[in-house]
């Protein structure tokens, strides 16, 4: 079975920096799509954004798009959420998952194994 840990979140002030982890193991992630999600206290869990495999596209939520990057490194079987310019709504557990196949999807059903999460906060 797939097992996915996320590292990297912390508290940060608004306008800092984190970068996420998501490392991955008992399995090759380079042949999957890899997505981000997050979810806040009393809030559903929406996705953050994907990447797909090498040569694949990238997708980020509007509200993230210009102050997150999404990246992968194969050889080390590791995605990373670059996250600039934190806003307090970005507070949130972090998590990220598999995609049953190659290619991003705006369902969360589409997705399976996912990581325990990491918690990021945004506070001054």
């Known amino acids: 079975q797939a097992h996915l840990v996320e590292s990297g979140g912390g508290l940060v002030q608004p306008g800092g920096s984190l970068r996420l982890s998501c490392a991955a193991s008992?399995?090759?992630?380079?042949?999957?799509?890899i997505g981000w999600f997050r979810q806040a206290p009393g809030k559903e869990r929406e996705g953050v954004s994907c990447?797909?495999?090498?040569?694949?596209?990238?997708f980020y939520a509007d509200s993230v798009k210009g102050r997150f990057t999404i990246s992968r490194d194969n050889a080390k079987n590791t995605v990373y959420l670059q996250m600039n310019s934190l806003k307090p709504e970005d507070t949130a557990v972090y998590s990220c998952?598999?995609?049953?196949?190659?290619?991003?999807?705006?369902?969360?059903?589409?997705?399976?194994?996912w990581g325990q999460g990491t918690q990021v906060t945004v506070s001054p």
């Open positions: 990447i797909e495999t090498s040569g694949g596209g990238t």
């Open positions: 008992r399995f090759s992630l380079g042949y999957f799509a």
């Open positions: 998952a598999v995609a049953r196949g190659n290619y991003c999807s705006d369902r969360q059903t589409d997705f399976a194994s």
